[in-house]
């Protein structure tokens, strides 16, 4: 699976932006998808997941209420809306693909939130 992330850039706090994490290569509707990110300085943490149907969704505490991920298995496509933005969401923004044993990781997409 090769996945490319896009839609970072540069927000004021209380802004949102959307994030877009686009598939190709296997079977995307079988994958669990999900988001991480990685602040300066900081070891790589959990945002949020998308079950493989898009039935069940999961959030780190410090999203929850702000974020909201989805999915759309016909554009192969997983998506993070940001709402109400903060600087400490600043960080690059992976993209992961998980099935039984495998994981794969996009490139990153970097979210700067000023104050």
């Known amino acids: 699976v090769q996945l490319q992330a896009s839609g970072g850039g540069l927000v004021q706090a209380g802004g949102s932006l959307r994030l877009s994490c686009e598939a190709s290569g296997r079977t995307f509707s079988s994958y669990v998808m999900g988001w991480f990110r990685q602040a300066p300085g900081k070891e790589r943490e959990f945002v949020a997941a998308?079950?493989?149907?898009?039935?069940?969704?999961y959030y780190a505490d410090s999203v929850k209420g702000r974020f909201t991920i989805s999915r759309s298995n016909a554009k192969d496509t997983v998506y993070l809306q940001m709402n109400s933005l903060k600087p400490e969401d600043t960080a690059v923004y992976y993209c992961?693909?998980?099935?039984?044993?495998?994981?794969?990781w996009g490139q990153g997409t970097l979210v700067t939130v000023s104050s």
């Open positions: 992961n693909a998980a099935r039984l044993f495998n994981t794969y």
């Open positions: 998308i079950s493989a149907s898009g039935g069940s969704t």
